[in-house]
C-alpha cells in the first residue's frame, strides 16, 4: 500500500515538473514532497526549473534541508559551484539526512573532475616544479610559485584549483565517514589522489 501512495505521489510531481512548479503549493510541502519535485525536474534536465522551484520554498522554508541540497544539485548542473558549496553546507547545516550523499555531492562541486591531471603536470612543467611540490602546504606552494616570478593571477587560478580538489577530498572522505558507500565516491577520490600525487 505504502508503494502504490509513494508512486501516485511521485508521478503526479513529476507531471507538475513538466509544467510548471506554480501549481505547488510551496507552503505546505513536506521534505519528501520537495525531494520528489526536485527530482522531477532534475530528471527531464530542467535545471533552471528546479533551482526557481527552491529558491521559492525556501521563501517559506529556509531552513529545509531538502530544499538547499535540490538547490545545490540544480546549481552544480548549470556550474555554478561556489552557489552549490553554499547550498550543500546549509544542507548540512540544517542535518539533511542522510548526511553522506551531502557530502557526496559537495565534493563532485568541488572536484574540478573537467581538469585533466595533464593540465595541472604540464602547469607545473612550466614552472619547474613537480607533482611532488603539490604534497606541501599551500602556503609553501604559493611561496615556490613567487619565487618562480608566476603572476598573480595565474597563481591565483590555479591554487583556487588545487584548494577545490583539496576540499573535495575532504568532503569524499566524510561522505565515507558517513556511510555513503557507492563506488563513486571511491573512484572520484582515487582521482583526486592522482591530481594532487597524494599517497
Not at 546549481?75 to 552557489?83: A, P, Q, V
Not at 553554499?86 to 553522506?100: C, D, F, H, Q, V
Not at 615556490?144 to 608566476?150: L, Q, W
Request: with cysteine; hydrophobic share 35%.
Amino acid at each position: 500500500m505504502y508503494k502504490i501512495i509513494l508512486l501516485v505521489t511521485l508521478f503526479s510531481f513529476t507531471v507538475t515538473a513538466q509544467g510548471t512548479s506554480q501549481n505547488v503549493d510551496v507552503k505546505n510541502l513536506t521534505d519528501q514532497q520537495i525531494r520528489f519535485q526536485v527530482f522531477s525536474f532534475m530528471r527531464f534536465s530542467q535545471y533552471k526549473e528546479a533551482l526557481a522551484f527552491c529558491n521559492e520554498v525556501l521563501k517559506y522554508k529556509p531552513y529545509s534541508p531538502e530544499a538547499h541540497l535540490g538547490k545545490g544539485n540544480a546549481l552544480s548542473e548549470l556550474d555554478k559551484w561556489r552557489e552549490a558549496v553554499e547550498s550543500y553546507n546549509l544542507a548540512i547545516k540544517y542535518n539533511r539526512t542522510p548526511l553522506g550523499e551531502v557530502y557526496y555531492q559537495k565534493g563532485m562541486a568541488l572536484d574540478e573532475r573537467y581538469t585533466p591531471h595533464e593540465e595541472i603536470e604540464n602547469f607545473l612543467k612550466k614552472i619547474s616544479l613537480s607533482l611532488e611540490d603539490i604534497k606541501k602546504t599551500l602556503k609553501d606552494i604559493e611561496k615556490s610559485f613567487k619565487d618562480k616570478g608566476v603572476p598573480l593571477e595565474e597563481r591565483k587560478k590555479f591554487l583556487e584549483k588545487i584548494w577545490r580538489l583539496e576540499e573535495a577530498f575532504k568532503a569524499y572522505n566524510l561522505a565515507l565517514d558517513h556511510g555513503y558507500e557507492d563506488r563513486e565516491v571511491y573512484y572520484a577520490s582515487t582521482g583526486i589522489r592522482i591530481k594532487l600525487g597524494k599517497p
